[in-house]
């Protein structure tokens, strides 16, 4: 939860980020939980971690000491998320403001 936390997302914006990178859902207070160290990490959301953290998921599990799951159990990168972990390390240190004009400007685009 730090590696996320380092990125600006809290609980919240950690559950819908990891939803739409992943496609699994997790409460945000499942995060919470797995941060404060009361609900255990499984191997699935280790996955999801490594997956939207675009962090080698042996280096994870190497400081977790968490089983990754077998390979039909992780979700898959596709092409709509591709870059994503970049996209959210350089947006980290925006305000609030500034992250909903780039928002803005990105909406228009798909326009």
């Known amino acids: 939860m730090r590696l ?12 819908k980020t ?3 990178v992943t496609g699994r859902y997790w409460s945000a207070a499942t995060y919470g939980h ?11 959301l280790l996955a999801d971690f ?3 953290l675009d962090v080698p998921c042996d280096d994870l599990a190497a400081m977790t000491g968490v089983a990754l799951p077998g390979p039909d159990a992780s ?10 972990a970049e996209l959210i390390w350089d947006v980290r240190r925006l305000t609030g403001r500034q ?3 780039v928002t803005d400007l990105a909406q228009a685009m798909r326009r």
Do not use: I, K, M
């Open 34 to 44: 797995v941060g404060s160290g009361t609900v255990a990490l499984t191997g699935e």
């Open 50 to 52: 490594c997956q939207v």
């Open 18 to 20: 990891f939803f739409l």
């Open 99 to 101: 992250l909903v004009s």
């Open 75 to 84: 979700p898959t990168a596709n092409a709509a998320t591709a870059g994503v």
């Open 4 to 15: 996320v936390r380092n990125r600006n997302l809290g609980w919240t914006a950690t559950a």
